[in-house]
């Protein structure tokens, strides 16, 4: 075999002396294969860094390979951040299930459903992974009436039994361990500065700051920018608020500012935010940390359990416990401190 020439199954199977049809069952049904010729077909095609072809695989199993997932809009760098570390996650996940990973964008969920359908029935997707679920989401009944294997990132509001697997965090939970924190710690007026009502992510959040004994006069439901942090940290402050649990890292990082005059190294500042990002990390923030990670590692095998199930898979639903990460400070220097972790 000349060296430039790809190898094929045919080529191989004349130089080790065995059929094609043995090759093709060391990679599709390697349990009726003798090991020895199974080691040796497995060195030789390695050796001659033999590939299948994506096209006759997915011919074969009738599967094209590869799982869906829309791209949305792009945040600030702050806030987006989790959905970077959930994306990159699914594709390790996918990628160690031989899947890729296609991504796309749309400018609305009915859109989104009729790309993902197109790509289904044209055979490019095998599944799709859907991220922020809502209330009266339209997608999951126009992807089931069209056939396609999915799972969600986010519980499915508002349905008493759902139809599709899911997988969501626990955003009470943690809400709920972050007030009891400062509970603990002898604060009384603890505010919260959540977003507007018609998210019911926030609402389940703002719900544990409640259920942890949260007064409905020291909150403020606002837009996820740090300046309406700011802002609205200032109006807790002077409603006589100690300690501040916000919704999000940005809406943290701007009431930090306004709560962390007299701080003084060793100390916890009285601000804890939520998603434990990046920029929580390297000022010290204290924060809510979402195990994304494992989100993704279920979500994938959710799908690919049903993608290539031989019967009907029950759906499911997982909701996975956060981690509250307190960090002291170590210094002071000027409005925001550098911090460490405790454990």
């Known amino acids: 075999m000349a060296p430039s020439s790809r190898p094929t199954q045919a080529s191989l199977a004349?130089?080790?002396?065995?059929?094609?049809?043995t090759l093709s069952n060391v990679l599709n049904h390697p349990e009726v294969v003798a090991p020895e010729t199974k080691r040796r077909v497995e060195a030789a095609m390695k050796a001659a860094g033999y590939h299948p072809m994506a096209a006759g695989r997915a011919l074969r199993t009738r599967r094209a390979g590869a799982i869906a997932m829309r791209l949305h809009p792009v945040v600030d760098g702050i806030n987006g951040e989790v959905l970077d570390r959930f994306f990159h996650a699914v594709t390790e996940c996918a990628q160690a299930h031989d899947y890729r990973i296609n991504l796309f964008t749309a400018p609305s969920p009915e859109q989104e459903t009729d790309i993902l359908a197109d790509m289904y029935l044209s055979g490019v997707i095998d599944g799709a992974v859907l991220i922020d679920s809502r209330l009266s989401d339209p997608r999951p009944d126009r992807l089931m009436a069209a056939g396609l294997p999915f799972v969600v990132f986010g519980r499915p509001w508002g349905v008493a039994s759902p139809s599709h697997s899911w997988v969501d965090v626990d955003g009470r939970a943690g809400i709920y361990q972050a007030t009891c924190h400062f509970r603990e710690i002898g604060h009384t007026a603890i505010g919260f500065i959540g977003w507007p009502t018609d998210s019911a992510v926030g609402e389940d959040r703002r719900e544990g700051w409640l259920r942890a004994g949260g007064d409905v006069s020291l909150q403020r439901l606002t837009e996820n920018t740090a300046r309406d942090g700011f802002l609205a940290a200032q109006e807790l402050r002077q409603q006589g608020a100690t300690a501040l649990v916000c919704v999000s890292d940005g809406l943290a990082l701007g009431a930090l500012p306004v709560f962390s005059d007299g701080a003084t190294p060793g100390s916890e500042l009285p601000v804890i935010g939520f998603d434990n990002t990046p920029v929580?990390?390297?000022?010290?923030l204290s924060s809510v940390g979402q195990p994304v990670e494992q989100a993704a590692e279920l979500l994938?095998?959710?799908?690919?359990?049903?993608?290539?199930?031989?019967?009907?898979?029950?759906?499911?639903g997982a909701l996975?416990?956060?981690?509250?990460?307190?960090?002291?400070?170590?210094?002071?220097?000027g409005i925001y401190p550098q911090g460490k972790e405790t454990k």
Do not use: D, K, M, Y
């Open 14 to 21: 004349v130089e080790l002396g065995v059929s094609r049809q």
């Open 280 to 284: 929580a990390r390297a000022i010290g």
């Open 300 to 316: 994938v095998g959710q799908l690919i359990g049903r993608v290539e199930a031989s019967a009907n898979v029950s759906p499911t």
């Open 320 to 333: 996975l416990v956060p981690s509250l990460v307190l960090r002291q400070w170590e210094s002071i220097a």
